[in-house]
C-alpha cells in the first residue's frame, strides 16, 4: 500500500454541525427553508452550485458570498481530529504518499490545512472545485490513479461517507471507513468497506501492521 488518500471533514478533521450553521446564514435573507437532510442531497454537486436548484441565479450568487464569508469565520473553530497527527507522522516516516480527496472546494480546504497545521503531509488535494463531477464521480480518484500511475490495489482510501467508500470499491481500491466522529455516518447495506475503525488509535495500529508486512 503505497499510496494513501484521505476523504476532509469527518475523516481528517472534525467540522460537524459547521455546514448547517453556514447554511442558515446564507439563505436568512431569501426567507428559504431546506430539510434536514439537505446535506446529503447536495454532496454531489460542484461546492460553488449547491444553491443552484433553490434559488434564482443572482440570489444563488449571493447565498454563496455569505456562505465563503461565514465559513472563512466558522472554518476557525475547525480542528484536526486527535490522534490523526500519529497517523499521518507514520505514514509519512515510511515515505508512502498522501493525497486529499474531498468534496470540499479547493481554497477552504487549503485554508483549513494551513490553519491546522497538516497541510505539509499532503503532496496532492483533489477537490470538488478540481475535477469537472464532484463525489461519488470516479473523478477525483481517476486524477489520482492517473498520477500515480499504479495499480488500483496499492492504493487506499479513507472515508467517512460511502461517497468515498463505493467509488474505491468500484476501482478496486482498498477502502477504509472512518468511523471515529461522535455520530459516524452509517453506510448503506450494499456498501461494504475492506476495513472499518472505530478509533483513531485501532486504525493506526492497523497501518503498523500493513507497512511492516510490506517490507
Same mark, same amino acid.
Given at each position: 500500500?503505497?499510496?494513501? %488518500? ?8 472534525? #467540522? ?16 428559504? #427553508? ?60 515510511? /515515505? ?15 485554508? %483549513? ?11 496532492? %488535494?483533489? #477537490? ?61 447495506? /450494499? ?25
Amino acid at each position: 500500500m503505497q499510496h494513501w %488518500i484521505f476523504d476532509f471533514d469527518g475523516t481528517l478533521v472534525d #467540522s460537524d454541525g459547521i455546514f448547517y450553521k453556514a447554511l442558515g446564514y446564507a439563505l436568512q435573507p431569501f426567507q428559504v #427553508s431546506v430539510g434536514d437532510n439537505f446535506m446529503e442531497e447536495i454532496r454531489h454537486k460542484h461546492p460553488h452550485r449547491i444553491f443552484e436548484d433553490l434559488l434564482s441565479h443572482e440570489q444563488a450568487e449571493l447565498a454563496m458570498q455569505r456562505m465563503r464569508e461565514i465559513g472563512s469565520e466558522l472554518s476557525e473553530t475547525i480542528r484536526p481530529f486527535e490522534g490523526i497527527d500519529r497517523v499521518l507522522e507514520t505514514l509519512e516516516k515510511h /515515505k508512502v504518499s498522501l493525497s486529499i480527496w474531498t468534496g470540499r472546494d479547493k481554497d477552504s480546504t487549503q485554508r %483549513i490545512l494551513n490553519k491546522t497545521k497538516l497541510d505539509g503531509f499532503f503532496e496532492r %488535494i483533489i #477537490s470538488g472545485t478540481c475535477v469537472p463531477t464532484n463525489k461519488p464521480s470516479h473523478d477525483g480518484l481517476l486524477e489520482l490513479l492517473n498520477h500515480h500511475k499504479s495499480e488500483p490495489d496499492t492504493m487506499v482510501m479513507i472515508g467517512d461517507h460511502h461517497h468515498d467508500i463505493e467509488p474505491a470499491n468500484a476501482l478496486g481500491l482498498v477502502s477504509v471507513h472512518a468511523q471515529w466522529k461522535k455520530i459516524p455516518h452509517a453506510l448503506p447495506e /450494499k456498501i461494504k468497506p475492506n476495513f472499518s475503525f472505530g478509533s483513531l488509535s485501532d486504525f493506526h495500529d492497523w497501518i503498523v501492521l500493513q507497512l511492516k508486512s510490506s517490507k
